[in-house]
């Protein structure tokens, strides 16, 4: 069983930064894969922040764009999210995701418990 770990939440002020990590716990042999951030805030829809996939492409919510980045190191299973100039409406709960494709059929999804991020004026 693959278990993701998130990490490096906290409180911050209006206009600072923060730095996310996510460690999945095996390594996979996966045809394809892809490492992804969502977050949740109270009372509104989870919702998909940024990706990074095996190619190194990356994807990105309009609202984060030019503020945060995505990156990856595959060696050591992880995933990170640099954000900076953060806003209150990024005040949530951040979710990790690894999603691996093993062809030809066959998809694993596997999600982290989360790490708050709060951001105050």
């Known amino acids: 069983q693959v278990q993701l770990v998130e990490s490096g939440g906290g409180s911050v002020q209006a206009g600072g930064s923060l730095r996310l990590s996510c460690a999945h716990s095996?390594?996979?042999?996966?045809?394809?894969?892809?490492r992804s951030w969502y977050r949740q805030a109270p009372g509104k829809e989870r919702e998909f922040v940024s990706s990074?996939?095996?190619?190194?492409?990356?994807q990105y919510a309009d609202a984060v764009k030019g503020r945060f980045t995505v990156s990856q190191d595959k060696a050591k299973n992880m995933v990170y999210l640099q954000m900076n100039d953060l806003k209150l409406d990024d005040t949530a709960m951040y979710y990790c995701?690894?999603?691996?494709?093993?062809?030809?059929?066959?998809?694993?999804?596997?999600w982290g418990q989360g790490t708050q991020v709060t951001v105050s004026s």
């Open positions: 995701r690894y999603v691996c494709r093993v062809w030809p059929l066959t998809v694993r999804d596997y």
């Open positions: 095996t390594a996979m042999r996966c045809t394809s894969d892809e």
């Open positions: 990074v996939d095996n190619t190194d492409t990356t």
